[in-house]
């Protein structure tokens, strides 16, 4: 469930707030935002430091953004692999070099990406056997 709305997908945030963090998603400052609504920086300052569910709002609308980022940025990549891969068969040889360049390097941080998720993917392994082993203790009533 969307910690923004209640059960009945009714908005449980007054609209300002609502709007302040709309704005703060799409990366306005406490001051920019809070300017949209007649307020200070320090009024959403204080909001995000005392109401955890308008700090979850603003961080599920980033996250939303980042998501949606990421899905324009996927659909941009076969073409960008193939602008690529033109560039390796160009007729000048600094677009060659250029376009073998961006390879190599974009490869190596591919790469080191990879290894970090197998990494991240070990390491919920691991916190989800604990937990496993931490949930049997607890029904069995080992302290």
Do not use: C, N
């Not at 060659?96 to 990406?113: I, M, N, P, T």
Request: glycine share 6%; proline share 3%.
């Amino acid at each position: 469930m969307d910690p923004g709305f209640d059960e009945d997908g009714e908005d449980r945030l007054e609209p300002l707030a609502e709007l302040v963090a709309l704005r703060l998603a799409e990366g306005d400052s406490h001051a920019e935002a809070a300017m949209a609504i007649g307020r200070t920086a320090k009024w959403v300052q204080r909001r995000l430091a005392q109401d955890p569910e308008f700090r979850r709002r603003v961080h599920d609308l980033k996250a939303q953004r980042v998501e949606q980022a990421a899905a324009g940025l996927g659909a941009l990549l076969e073409p960008a692999i193939a602008a690529v891969a033109r560039a390796l068969h160009s007729e000048r040889e600094s677009v060659q070099l250029h376009a073998a360049r961006l390879v190599l390097d974009r490869s190596r941080l591919f790469r080191s990406d990879a290894d970090l998720v197998a990494v991240l993917a070990d390491l919920h392994g691991q916190i989800a056997e604990l937990q496993a082993v931490v949930e049997t203790a607890e029904s069995e009533g080992v302290q």
